[in-house]
């Protein structure tokens, strides 16, 4: 990725130079090789841009913001990221003039946790070479393959096409696309038993917190105001007083992101706890296509989504699995 | 100091959970957490930290102070009996305890929390020394040692065996009734202090310079140019907060349960959008005063009102745990290159 990084470098210069964009949507680099912090540069900081793969937190949602100042911003937006950038341009949420969407390779990024998980901690430095990682660690050399740590999204990849872009950087060394089940879980989740799946959700959501990450990041969770933080609402909650409060504020979240949801994954990286909240949103997904024909949010930004759209033939999904769904 | 083998830790852990409730770090769907022991339970003394630190065992995220219910011109208010269950915290790392130390003299001053000073009260502390830090680690940086971890009682796992000594009077009291203890020589432990020792001396963080940030350089850190570009990128949700081991902040509410109004306190977070809201609106009305604020309280107020002591202890839970990855490190480091400039 140190090639890549170089070309939007060099490509991010190019247009601050000529003036078609006057800052950059990028990522800075931390104190270690996996903490990069979303930023904003100009020409005088460019120099701390990094890519590489732990540049795992979307950029599209910053965009609304961004895109109500003045001049035009380039984002570096990898493929994925370019869903969730249709799917805000489509609901309004940010102004497309102004922004260069600079599109980007990604090769998988790497999750610091399942790092962990597989013994790989006290991390020093990590070096990238093709699709192994070699740690330096406060524990001695470790190497993994970046296969073996992706994010789940990234096992789950979409593909190497920017959906939206003004220009984009090639990948001089494009990878495969994995092989992953990407229902799998969700059809798992389906065949147990009521009181099994109940059981699932309860021990996974009773480990939340309310620190209100998975909304706060979420690309479809553009709403002024949350309904979770609005006294007047009836509902505004800050803690999970019992079992219905843990269940609750992540079943309303998913109903609420349904068919708008480009299943970016961004809600069960950021969870401090592991919930595997993309499930919920996988379960929608797949009940989407399963109703409405395959539907993949984001793949463009215009067209009206299944659950916003009339057509005669619409299903009622009550009926076609005999009211039992 | 006296000791068990630790293929017989569940005896031990039997024997205090007889006496009274055992609260140490378990394992639920791959995340670690403190919770009740019970026979069988997946006790995780792996684990560098739990995800969320065992402030809430005495501080809980959310508990009720009062209800109030009408019948007819009738009104009935109740409170809650203070906390009373007796029980064991173990497992506690050198900086949550140390963390613990912060929100006595948080809940501990004048006026005291009856709750929090129950739980206190209730509560017996066992700590246990870190066997193996990680670069997120800086607890050195205010003064800790990782394998010192104090509380009434300390541990240490060293060649096969627990170890635990203890410091309090309510740490001997517990410890004098375990019959299954046998007397152990300090020494024992002296290659896995030293083990932990030679970590802490390459650890990333261990040299954090706070020079130029403290409690006496209110006005200038606060008005610094920093906060807006070290803000920029904070999503506002409450990660950092409700990780944290000394993060105290909470907020009253009222629930309408429709037969009753039930008055609770939860734990709060700087940096959500009604945080100090009141009547008259709210004096930090964007993100950069609210990202501020979590800071200053950490790194100058809190000293400046207590000899010093900073509200941090530098347990890497909010650098591992923040979404955007922008931590108290980062702000650290950007605001004392300011200092220096």
Redesign the interface.
């Known amino acids: 990725m140190q090639a890549v990084e170089k070309a939007i470098k060099e490509k991010a210069r190019a247009l601050l130079a000529d003036g078609t964009v006057d800052r950059v949507l990028g990522w800075e680099k931390?104190?270690?090789c996996y903490?990069?912090?979303?930023?904003?540069f100009t020409a005088e900081n460019l120099g701390n841009l990094v890519y590489n793969s732990f540049c795992g937190?979307n950029l599209s949602k910053?965009l609304i913001a961004e895109s109500k100042k003045e001049g035009r911003v380039l984002a570096l937006l990898k493929p994925c990221d370019t869903y969730s950038f249709n799917q805000l341009v489509k609901e309004h949420r940010i102004d497309r003039e102004k922004v260069y969407v600079l599109g980007i390779p990604c090769h998988g990024i790497a999750d610091?946790e399942k790092l962990n998980?597989k013994g790989v901690?006290?991390?020093?430095r990590i070096a990238e070479d093709g699709g192994t990682l070699t740690a330096q660690?406060?524990?001695g050399e470790k190497t993994c393959e970046i296969n073996d740590v992706l994010l789940e999204r990234c096992m789950a990849c979409k593909g190497p096409e920017h959906m939206a872009a003004d220009d984009v950087i090639e990948d001089t060394a494009p990878v495969e696309l994995r092989k992953h089940d990407r229902f799998g879980m969700v059809e798992k989740l389906e065949q147990m038993t009521p009181d099994e799946r109940f059981e699932f959700w309860r021990?996974?959501l009773?480990?939340c917190?309310?620190?209100?990450?998975c909304?706060?990041?979420c690309p479809a969770c553009s709403c002024l105001k949350c309904v979770f933080?609005n006294?007047a609402s009836?509902v505004a909650a800050?803690?999970?007083?019992d079992t219905f409060e843990e269940n609750m504020f992540h079943i309303i979240r998913a109903f609420h992101v349904a068919g708008r949801c480009t299943d970016c994954g961004e809600c069960s990286?950021?969870c401090?706890?592991?919930?595997p909240l993309h499930l919920l949103n996988r379960k929608f997904i797949q009940d989407i296509n399963k109703n409405y024909g395959e539907y993949q949010a984001g793949a463009d930004d215009s067209s009206a989504w299944p659950l916003v759209d009339y057509t005669q033939e619409d299903v009622e999904p009550g009926a076609i699995e005999g009211g039992k769904n | 100091m006296q000791k068990i083998a630790m293929d017989r830790i569940s005896e031990f852990f039997s024997a205090i959970a007889a006496e009274r409730a055992l609260y140490l770090p378990l394992k639920?769907?791959?995340?670690v957490?403190f919770g009740k022991w019970e026979e069988g339970a997946d006790v995780d003394l792996d684990a560098?930290h739990t995800?969320?630190s065992p402030k809430g065992l005495f501080f809980p995220?959310?508990e009720d102070l009062v209800s109030f219910k009408m019948q007819g011109k009738e009104i009935s208010i109740d409170a809650p009996d203070a906390p009373d269950e007796k029980f064991a915290v173990f497992g506690v790392r050198a900086c949550d305890a140390r963390g613990m130390d912060i929100l006595d003299r948080v809940f501990l001053s004048d006026p005291v929390d009856t709750y929090y000073a129950a739980r206190r009260e209730n509560g017996i502390v066992v700590t246990l020394s870190c066997s193996?830090?990680?670069?997120t680690c800086f607890c050195s940086v205010f003064g800790i040692d990782p394998a010192r971890p104090g509380g009434d009682v300390s541990a240490w796992i060293a060649g096969g065996f627990l170890y635990v000594k203890a410091l309090t009077e309510k740490g001997e009291a517990l410890l004098s009734g375990l019959s299954l203890l046998e007397a152990a020589d300090e020494a024992e432990i002296g290659p896995a202090v030293e083990q932990v020792k030679a970590?802490m001396e390459?650890?990333?963080?261990k040299d954090l310079d706070l020079t130029g940030i403290d409690g006496s350089a209110t006005e200038k850190l606060f008005a610094s140019e920093k906060w807006a570009?070290l803000s920029?990128?904070c999503?506002?949700?409450?990660?950092c907060?409700?990780?944290c081991p000394t993060c105290q902040c909470y907020?009253i509410?009222d629930?309408?349960t429709g037969k009753e109004i039930r008055r609770?306190r939860?734990?709060?977070?700087c940096m959500?959008?009604?945080f100090t809201r009141m009547a008259h609106g709210n004096p930090r009305k964007s993100q950069v005063e609210r990202f501020r604020q979590r800071f200053m309280h950490k790194l100058v107020y809190f000293p400046a009102n207590n000899d010093g002591m900073y509200s941090c202890v530098g347990c890497g839970r909010c650098?591992?745990?923040c979404?955007?990855?922008?931590n108290i490190?980062?702000v650290a480091k950007a605001l004392g290159a300011e200092a220096k400039e």
């Open positions: 931390g104190e270690y903490d990069n912090t979303p930023a904003v937190a910053y610091v998980v901690k006290g991390i020093e660690t406060l524990y021990s996974e009773s480990k917190i309310r620190c209100n990450a909304r706060n990041v933080d006294d009836g800050k803690a999970n007083v990286r950021v401090p706890q592991g919930i | 639920k769907k791959g995340a957490n560098l995800v969320k995220q959310s193996a830090p990680e670069e970590v390459k650890l990333p963080l570009e920029r990128a999503l506002g949700c409450g990660t907060t409700y990780v907020d509410r629930f309408d609770y939860c734990w709060d977070s959500y959008s009604d650098v591992a745990k979404p955007i990855s922008m490190v980062k």
